[in-house]
């Protein structure tokens, strides 16, 4: 079974940085993609950025130019680095990954748990 656990959230002022991690239980070679995705309270989730197996990228375009999706095969762990953070940044953000599964003949969606950034104006 597969677990994600974001960590790095917190309570940041306008136009400040924070560095989001999720760490997978496993290796992450597995993972078709990864990505990032955040919902606001009384919005729907909302894809904030992704990263697939081959190292290609893409952002939400509310989030492009600020922030920046990485990997670290070695560590198991994905990043999100955010800057020049607005107020409308702020929601919980949720690792994602997608695994292909033969036993059920499709992709397969992991989340983690969460993680509150809350940025103050």
């Known amino acids: 079974q597969v677990q994600l656990v974001e960590f790095g959230g917190g309570l940041v002022q306008a136009g400040g940085s924070l560095t989001l991690s999720c760490a997978a239980s496993?290796?992450?070679?597995?993972?078709?993609?990864m990505g990032w995705y955040r919902q606001a309270p009384g919005k729907q989730r909302e894809l904030v950025a992704a990263?697939?197996?081959?190292?290609?990228?893409n952002y939400a375009d509310s989030v492009k130019g600020r922030f920046t999706i990485s990997s670290a095969n070695a560590k198991n762990t994905m990043y999100l680095q955010m800057n020049n953070l607005k107020p409308e940044d702020t929601a919980v953000y949720y690792c994602?990954?997608?695994?292909?599964?033969?036993?059920?003949?499709?992709?397969?969606?992991?989340w983690g748990q969460g993680t509150q950034v809350t940025v103050s104006s």
């Open positions: 994602n990954a997608v695994e292909w599964s033969d036993v059920v003949g499709r992709e397969v969606d992991y």
């Open positions: 496993g290796s992450i070679f597995r993972f078709n993609a």
């Open positions: 990263i697939t197996s081959d190292g290609d990228t």
